[in-house]
């Protein structure tokens, strides 16, 4: 039986299977929000949304936040939250591009960003389990930290990623491959795989379902409920590290001050794809399907006719609807 399964059965002694609903109600519902958006957007700007121009540009920018957004999912499933991955987006990406102007190898570079994505989350995962306290508080002064670390280190000068030292870099992370589709996006299917295959497929994914859901029993199995939180900041931390060189590469400059308005985009991926807000229930494949929702609206009202100023009215319209329905069929299925 699989994690997901696991996490969702009724807390009542009843053995019988969760249902088809029980599983997947969550997540059908928030889909459906996304399905209904693009129909209407389909119907008020048809050559927009008929053509493989819009969805393209989607594969180039979307991933961008949504390899913060599906880890992050890991995260809030155990009860936590993070606010800190765009500046260790930025400072991972900093010492990457440091590492290579110095002369080290890009490979090696590359190894050292990730490296310190990992690591800042892991201080992260440390200081909220170690000290027991809100994972919002740590991670605000974390996001702080991280960010005035970053802009010290650099002196708030960018960094240009042209020369030709960085091309193989470029084409693997950004390049564009099967009709003009970018990397990016290739690696966030990849990123939702892995993840979504610990997460329900192995021992630790169960465990961080069941942390989320009731620490008390997890306790009592003998899940080591501060591990499980640690690597789970850990894993956001180097996706963050990861997406930082990806946003980079894309535009060819890397800026220390880069991700700062990526952060509600990806808190809003998480929920809006079905994952709870008291933890215990998440789908990473959810929140892959809630970023592109997100993405999609910025594009949907301007190719509307709408005025721009009005994607926040929707964000937060989208934001609220998907969370009433997360309350409601929660409700249901618990029946």
């Not at 979307?62 to 499933?77: K, N, Q």
């Not at 991972?92 to 960003?113: D, M, N, P, R, Y």
């Not at 010290?152 to 009709?179: C, E, H, M, Q």
């Not at 494949?285 to 910025?298: D, E, H, R």
């Amino acid at each position: 039986m699989s994690a997901e399964k696991d996490t969702t059965a009724p807390k009542s002694n009843a053995v019988r299977p969760p249902s088809f609903w029980r599983r997947f109600g969550l997540q059908l519902g928030i889909w459906s929000v996304g399905v209904v958006m693009w129909l209407a957007f389909v119907a008020l700007a048809p050559s927009a949304f008929m053509h493989k121009g819009i969805y393209l540009a989607f594969a180039s920018t979307t991933p961008i936040f949504a390899l913060m957004a599906i880890p992050l999912t890991l995260v809030v499933i155990t009860g936590e939250i993070d606010l800190s991955f765009p500046s260790i987006m930025a400072l991972s990406t900093c010492a990457f591009s440091e590492a290579a102007q110095s002369g080290l190898s890009i490979w090696l570079s590359l190894v050292i960003g990730l490296a310190l994505g990992f690591l800042c989350g892991l201080i992260n995962g440390y200081l909220v389990t170690k000290f027991n306290l809100p994972s919002l508080v740590i991670t605000i002064g974390t996001q702080f930290l991280f960010l005035g670390i970053d802009l010290a280190w650099t002196n708030g000068s960018g960094v240009d990623l042209t020369p030709a030292k960085y091309n193989t870099i470029n084409k693997i992370l950004v390049g564009r491959t099967f009709g003009g589709v970018a990397n990016q996006f290739w690696w966030a299917v990849l990123v939702t795989i892995l993840l979504w295959f610990l997460l329900n497929r192995t021992r630790f994914g169960s465990h961080v379902f069941l942390t989320g859901d009731n620490k008390i029993s997890a306790q009592l199995m003998g899940v080591n409920i501060k591990r499980i939180k640690i690597f789970t900041f850990a894993i956001l931390g180097a996706c963050a590290a990861l997406a930082g060189m990806i946003g980079s590469f894309e535009v060819s400059f890397f800026w220390p001050t880069m991700g700062g308005g990526l952060l509600l985009n990806s808190v809003a991926a998480v929920f809006l794809g079905g994952t709870s807000v008291f933890g215990g229930t998440g789908s990473v494949v959810g929140t892959f399907v809630g970023a592109f929702i997100i993405g999609a609206i910025n594009a949907g009202i301007v190719a509307a006719g709408v005025n721009a100023f009005y994607t926040q009215i929707f964000f937060g319209l989208v934001i609220i609807v998907s969370v009433i329905m997360q309350a409601i069929i929660s409700k249901r299925i618990k029946k």
